[in-house]
């Protein structure tokens, strides 16, 4: 099996993977120490583990994953992917958009995707049927919107995310909050729509995967999406993992 680990600003998510390419997520914590590897080693038989971190540098993490055994592959902007990247500033490029990416080309071999994420940022990149990561685009994610519409205005109110249901919410707000309540889903689910229908035009099959922490809000919404991608980025660590393992068995032939 593989281990999969995603190192983000505030957590640490694991995964392991099969040769199938069956991914289980296995573990959330705040670090990546001794302890969780022991754990980790103890229930699964590991053989191979990549590391992506958000935080920088993951020497610490890697040393504890060769010091039990494992080939591992640090997953920077250096390392060799199964896709390409069609970016001016691919020294920026997010390594979490770029495994969504991969996960997408797996999942939907030969299929134009556009890959939406909605986290703290919403992310919206498009992956050709090519198998060419082609760019995309970067807004503020869900929570944020309605947070800086309170801390950036003298009067406006706090808002949660509100969970949509089969009937869609109004366009008119009847008071300010449902006007900001709302605007602010309406904003989201009318920019996902706008990408579609505009690639639709240059990109046929286009098919719409969404995915990231605030995506549950919109399931309900957004027409002709498939939501049903909770390991994406998991995914797309596999493959890169996989891709790197065998390029290094025929570089050691």
Not at 32 to 61: N, P, Q, W
Not at 132 to 142: E, K, N, P, T
Request: charged residues 25%; aromatic residues 8%; glycine residues 8%.
């Amino acid at each position: 099996m593989r281990l999969l680990v995603d190192i983000g600003n505030t957590r640490v998510k694991v995964a392991v993977a099969d040769r199938a390419g069956k991914i289980e997520p296995v573990a959330v914590a705040e670090g990546f120490d001794r302890e969780l590897v022991a754990d980790l080693l103890g229930r699964y038989a590991v053989g191979s583990a990549i590391l992506s971190s958000t935080r920088g540098a993951t020497d610490k993490e890697e040393r504890l994953l060769r010091e039990a055994g494992l080939e591992v592959v640090r997953f920077d902007r250096s390392t060799p992917l199964p896709i390409a990247i069609d970016y001016r500033t691919p020294q920026t490029l997010g390594l979490d958009r770029v495994a969504a990416a991969v996960g997408a080309a797996v999942r939907y071999p030969g299929r134009n995707c556009l890959v939406v994420d909605l986290g703290t940022a919403m992310t919206l990149d498009l992956v050709s049927a090519d198998g060419v990561f082609r760019g995309g685009a970067i807004s503020l994610g869900y929570s944020n919107r309605l947070r800086a519409l309170n801390e950036y205005t003298a009067t406006l109110p706090l808002c949660e995310p509100l969970l949509s249901g089969e009937e869609p919410f109004p366009l008119q707000g009847k008071s300010t909050q449902e006007a900001i309540e709302w605007g602010v889903f309406h904003s989201i689910c009318f920019e996902i729509e706008g990408y579609q229908r505009r690639l639709e035009a240059d990109f046929a099959d286009l098919c719409v995967i969404v995915t990231g922490g605030e995506a549950k809000y919109f399931e309900k919404q957004i027409k002709n999406a498939i939501f049903a991608e909770p390991n994406l980025v998991f995914c797309g660590l596999n493959r890169i993992l996989e891709h790197n393992l065998a390029k290094n068995a025929t570089t050691k032939k």
